[in-house]
């Protein structure tokens, strides 16, 4: 699937989209912070994001 791996957290993001179209609320962005990348190409990020 496409959705495996590095690409997986997209599906968070996708069932987010979902609940919020159409409520009106505004996404901001606060924080994206890069964690740890290993030489193999591996790691993660953490994004922090509020609606109002």
């Known amino acids: 699937s496409s ?3 590095g690409s ?3 599906k968070n993001y996708i069932a987010t989209a979902g609940v919020l179209d159409g409520t ?7 924080d994206y912070i ?3 990348r290993s030489e193999a190409g591996t790691g993660n990020a953490m994004v922090f994001m509020t609606w109002s």
């Open 34 to 36: 890069p964690c740890y």
């Open 8 to 10: 997986s957290e997209i």
């Open 3 to 5: 959705f495996q791996s």
């Open 24 to 30: 009106g609320l505004k996404m901001e962005l606060l």
